[in-house]
Each structure stands twice: as structure tokens, then as C-alpha cells.
């Protein structure tokens, strides 16, 4: 397959590509390529993804993953991986640009996701977000996927560090590579064998690692008010109501609290014991209307 | 003719090209000697052009640890005589000469404090490698966030009862700092690999020692300005004298974000 699809006008071959576009949302996407500025966004992006995505096996067509991406993510993500799908415009949520930000949900100390925490999430999709699960893809099917968005992040890194004077074509390479690499993941180990699930030592924590956003009742109503990657002011998760969007099990919990939440304000944690963050997973799973201590999601 | 889209794309394109454009090489190389015989670098970076007055931040936050003492913002920060403080100062490539600072000696281990909600220094320099130490004397809840492009990010909590924590970076870069929880904070890391790195002072001064004798191109990189170089000669036991003098002109529109 070519990917002169790609070149213009993006909407219509958006669609093309994909093979998938919800009927009801084709009204839609007529506004939507009508509105100018969207269209020249996304025409401009896909031109310079071109000889990039071509330049990589692992996104060229004809790739495991390509036919994949194309049939299960582009509606939305976009036939290039830029978060400009056809149907993009009709959602709440903006779709993740591959290219340019972060991956959410991460078991590493560097914000880097593993292909284990991107299968997660292309299996589950998102809780509550508008990312659906694909329970029907084998699991080649969805290791090829993880790898394929995460080659599209690769790509975004070698785009922006190209234009770098003082970088060989071998650095940028080479830096773009670490960039994605990452650390091992974190281990989650059950706590140690005096550790008991305690309120008090749980809020103690609780009031000076995280209630100056989350408030201190876990209500999303700190003193601050703080910004997103983007610079947006975020609204900051009421853990008592709002639902879990990386899932409330313990060992999920865990990870968000030990690695933080790449994108967003919510920073890693690599200065708390293993047994500080397991007291802050049970407090925090409390406010959240869970028994002191009950394990199960 | 070129449609809107090509010359949008051709206009982007030069303008990264711009922007980008000196950043200065990677220099992996350094061999750390005994320098008897060094001469020294002296001189001040001076601006003449507007500066706006220097009023306290509004801190949108109801802590009060961030209450105590007015914070000032210092990316544009001049003396009475036009001394531009902050200004970062470094020898563009040298491969040998005096030793690096002892990273464990907390009287010159480089240091990032989180202080009154502000970061202080507001500019500090580290070799790549070697620990940065950061310390939090506020007692309340931080992020250190380092906007990175040769290096991995980093975004990692201080929580209030955390006072001391190290961070390691791999590959030479200025790299812009943030606390996403107190968004006005704002620092500069500059991860060097050699130790001929000054940073000006209030009165815009700086100073570099035991620089072995030889002929240097010497940088000044500063946020709301555009680098700038200067070949010395460095003569055993003398003193060079070098001044860069900023205008209004080399003021950079949007200030710089990426640490280029």
C-alpha cells in the first residue's frame, strides 16, 4: 500500500485508510474538514510524517502493525499517529498524539512505558475515557500495536531534534532511541511482613505527599493548582468519586503513585519506602470508600 | 506557486533551523589535570535596553510557606550599572584542565534548593554524571520537572518530609526546570562536561580560573537572550578580560524554552 493517501486532503484519506468511520459521526466530519484551520493542522503534520514513518520498518506499510493501526486506531489517533483521526473532533478527550506526548500509564521510574504497559492499555483501553477495549485482538496482535505507537514517539523524537545543528544524524539516532527505551519496570512486591495497613501512618503521608493538589480530604481541592505538560491548569481527580482512570486495584495504584503519571502534574514518587507507598495505596483506596486493607479491585 | 500548506511547512522549518542552531557540541572527552600555570578569565555581561519593573509574582496557591517572602521572577534580572545577572558563561569546547568540583563536598556540590516556593539558585551548573543534590527546605510537597530533549525527563516528587535527593544527567544540555504544583517556579540546570563554567552574579560579573594558556571560543547563554561567543587568548598568570554587551536587539521575543 502507498501512502500517498496520506498527502491530501487528510480528512477523506483519514477515512480511507482506516476503513472505519461511525456512521453517525460522517455528518461530523464534513464540518470537520470544512473547518480550516483543523484541516491545515493536520494536512501540514501528515506531509512531514511521510518520509519519517517510511524511513522505519516498524511503521512502513506492509508491517505487521500498520495493518493493524490503520484498522483499529487511525479513526482517532490518525493514519500518521498525530491524534487527528477523522474522529478525533467528535470526542470529549482528545486523542493522544504519539508523536509529541507522553504514554499515561507506566510501571518505569522514567516515564517511558514498557510494551507490557502499552498492551495494558491497548487491551483495556481507558477507563472512562473514550478509548475503548479491544478484547478480540490476539496478543501479537496487540505486542505488534504497542510497538507500533511507540515507534510513532520515536519518530517524534527524531522530528524534533533533526533540526539540531550540533547533532550527527547518529545522535539524534541514538538520543531518540534512549528516549523510548525504558528503564526496567518497577517490581511490585508485597509488602513487607510487619507492614499493617494504618489510617494514621496512610493520612501522615498522605497530607505531605499528595493533599496539596488531591485536598486534604482527597476531594481534588488542594491549596495549588497545578499545570499539565501543555500548560493547562488540570482539574486534579477527586479520589472519592472520580473513577480511577489507570484502574483503583492496589498494585495499579501502586505504580501511579511509585512512577507518576507522565503528562500531567502528578510526579513520580522515588524518594518514598516501598512500605510509605503501600500505606498511601490502602489511605488512598479508603477514600475511595474501600475497607482498610481489602485488596480486591 | 507554492500553496499556504508548503509555505507554512518551509516557514517551519526555517524557523526550527533558527532556533536550534547553537546549541553547542557534544563534548565527551575531558581529562582532568593539575593546571599550575593557568591564567584567568574575567569580565561581565552587561545589558543596556528596557527592563520592566521588578514587581513580586502573584503566587496562586494558599500555602504559606509560599507567602513568606515576596518572589521575584529572574528571568530578566539587571543591576544598577546594567550588570545581567544569570548569564551562563562556559569555555565552548576544552578537553583537559583543572579537576571537577568534589560532587560530595557540600560546600561546591552543585545544588538545587526548593526555597520559599522558589527554586535558588536560579541557574546552576553540573557536570554531566556526577549528582545534583536537591534539597527541599520548604517542608511542603514539590516536583522537580526538567523539560529534557537530550536527556531522559524526569518529573519526581519532594514531599514535605524529603529534604535531600540527587538527580543524575547523562549527555550535556540546559535544561529548563519547572514545580508543576507552583507553576512561577522556574530554574535552569546546565549539565556541562568540563568545569570552566561561570555564572554571572547580581552585578552581572563572572569569573573563570586556572583556564590552561590557549586560544577558546568563550559562550554566554542566557534565557531572554540569544548565545553569543567571543575567541579569547588565555596567557599563563594573566588575567583576559571579556565583556559581552547586550542590547535590546538580542533580546529574544519569547524567551527560551528549550534551553538553546
Redesign the interface.
Known sequence: MSRNHLRSPCCEDDRKASGRCAPRRVALLAVGCGVMIVALNACLNDSQSIALLDSSSITAPGSRGYALYQANCAACHGASGRGNGVAAIALKIRPRDFWNEPFRYVSTMDGIPTSDDLAQTIRSGRLLGEMPASPWLSDEDVRALAEYVLEFNRLGWVERLSGDESMSAADVEEIASDRVTPLEPIVVSMPSPDFRPSSEVGRSLYVQACASCHGPSGRGNGLNMPLDDRGRQVTVRDLTSDPIRGGASPTELFKRIRCGVPGTPMPAQPALTDDQVWQLVFYTRQLMGRPLGQTNP | MLS??QL??LL??AL??A????????NDGYTPTTVSNGGTIVGAVTYDGPTPERRPIEV????EVCHKDPIYSETLVVSEDNGLRWAVISIAEINTGKPFPDPENPDTRPTLDQKGCTFTPHVVVVPRQHPLTILNSDG??H???TWS??N???????????EE?KLKFR?TETIRVTC????WMEAWIVITDHPYNAVTDENGAFKLTDVPPGTYMLRMWHESFGPMEKEITVRSNEETRVEFALSKADRLKEGNKNG?
Not at chain 2, 19 to 26: D, G, I, L, S, Y
Not at chain 2, 60 to 63: G, L, N, R, V
Not at chain 2, 180 to 183: C, L, N, V
Open positions: 499556504i500548506t507554512l511547512a517551519t522549518t526550527l533551523a532556533a536550534h542552531a547553537t546549541q553547542p557540541k557534544t496562586a496557591t494558599k500555602e511542603v510537597l516536583n522537580v520537572h530533549r537530550r531522559r525527563a524526569k518529573n519526581v516528587a519532594m514531599p514535605g518530609m524529603i535527593m549527555r508543576d504544583i507552583h507553576p538553546q
